[in-house]
């Protein structure tokens, strides 16, 4: 789940919240934290009460019906397409560091090639291969993270800081700006929910991996942003933050650790979406709502093939057609859409399953109410402009639950 969170948005998204709130940025980081345990919260009781793989989409159905859950599951997948595709286009930025030629054509196409594919097949052999090379890059993108986390910090606090910027009264607006931005890049855990069926204990470990992948998560970026904020003369206006904190503390070698830094949190978060995305097909396709072919398994690695593969494919050409800032939109609007529909959904599956949770949230409720509204106002500060493919998303999806019913 934390290979899920991190991605690339660590390396840059200080910038822009020094911009919008300067030394209050820190703040904002453990208030955006807090609102996103909200949501968290409610999907940690809702996934407490299936051992099935299918994640939102899965609870979306049982308490809604086939028809939102199929909205659900497209909205999901094209959430869950998007994003590794424009990260695999972010991995030839940060290698261009290395090798200037990574960006040319031919490079370009063999590189993506090889990040997907390589991945691709070690999920078809398993998702123990699969989540052992996701814990690998785990570990390694948060290794060079915590030491320029950690060594930030403490050179502040020993007084080698610089003045952070300060503005009066940041408005209404910025504030929630930089909360929403903070909620896509706490998001993503919802992508870890949809293996859930291959693994050991899904109801008790959905809960305990949700809540520790927050408290793992705000932890870094709280003391990223601390450091970035004042320790740099102008955050604001730095294109590399974290490298530029790092090479503040530890000189050209520390900038360099940053950079792998960013290849190693870019490549995890594709092997955590490579192992956690095809799942979505695969659910969708096992309770007949999606071609039957997608629910294929593999005979001798027991992994859903297909899926795999089609979702390779993908992303693949994503990334080679794509961008990363078309991803943005998609991501905000489909994120806030699920997160809102599993918070109600978590007083509807009170009601038709009372003891069916293995983990059974105080005041929930409240907290489902509290999440859905957050939801709704966030959505409200995202540009649609754009978002034309998720509407024809949206339509696609429809005609897949006429196709469905007419199957019946």
């Not at 911009?19 to 209050?24: E, H, Y």
């Not at 030839?92 to 590189?111: K, N, S």
């Not at 806030?336 to 929930?364: D, E, I, N, T």
Request: charge should be positive; glycine fraction near 10%.
């Amino acid at each position: 789940m934390v290979n899920s969170i991190i991605g690339s948005g660590v390396f840059g998204l200080p910038s822009t919240l020094a911009r919008l709130l300067g030394r209050d940025s820190p703040l904002a980081v453990l208030l955006a934290g807090a609102a996103v345990g909200v949501i968290i919260a409610c999907f940690a009781e809702v996934a407490s009460r299936f051992s099935e793989g299918g994640g939102p989409y899965l609870y979306a159905r049982e308490a809604f019906g086939r028809f939102i859950g199929i909205e659900t599951g497209w909205v999901f997948w094209l959430a869950r397409l998007t994003a590794p595709a424009a990260n695999a286009n972010l991995f030839v930025i940060y290698l261009g560091e290395f090798w200037p030629r990574a960006g040319q054509p031919l490079p370009r196409f063999a590189i993506i090639t090889l990040l997907v594919g390589i991945l691709a097949w070690v999920n078809l052999r398993g998702v123990h291969a699969g989540a052992q090379v996701s814990n690998v890059f785990t570990v390694a993108k948060l290794a060079p993270l915590g030491i320029v986390a950690f060594a930030g910090a403490w050179y502040v606090l020993n007084g080698h800081g610089a003045a952070a910027p300060a503005f009066a009264n940041p408005d209404t607006n910025a504030w929630l700006k930089a909360v929403l931005l903070l909620v896509f890049a706490y998001g993503g855990f919802e992508a870890a929910l949809t293996p859930m069926s291959e693994a050991r204990d899904p109801r008790r470990d959905a809960a305990f991996g949700l809540f520790i992948a927050l408290a793992t998560c705000a932890v870094l970026y709280t003391l990223i942003q601390f450091a970035v904020v004042f320790s740099l003369p102008d955050p604001a206006h730095s294109q590399r933050p974290v490298a530029d904190v790092a090479r503040l503390i530890f000189g050209p070698a520390g900038a360099a650790l940053t950079a792998i830094g960013a290849l190693l949190s870019v490549y995890g978060y594709l092997s955590a979406n490579m192992l956690a995305v095809p799942r979505i097909t695969f659910a969708l396709s096992e309770r007949g709502d999606f071609p039957q072919i997608f629910s294929a398994v593999h005979s001798r690695y027991h992994t859903p093939y297909f899926s795999i593969l089609v979702f390779t494919m993908l992303t693949w050409l994503l990334a080679l057609l794509g961008s990363f800032d078309w991803n943005l939109t998609l991501s905000a609007v489909a994120r806030l859409f699920y997160y809102g529909l599993v918070c109600v959904a978590l007083p509807v599956l009170r009601r038709k399953q009372p003891q069916g949770a293995a983990f059974h949230l105080p005041g929930g409720i409240v907290l489902a109410v509290l999440g859905a509204a957050l939801c709704l106002v966030l959505i409200t500060r995202v540009d649609l402009g754009g978002s034309l493919i998720l509407i024809a998303t949206i339509v696609v999806a429809a005609v897949n639950w006429l196709w469905v019913r007419q199957r019946i």
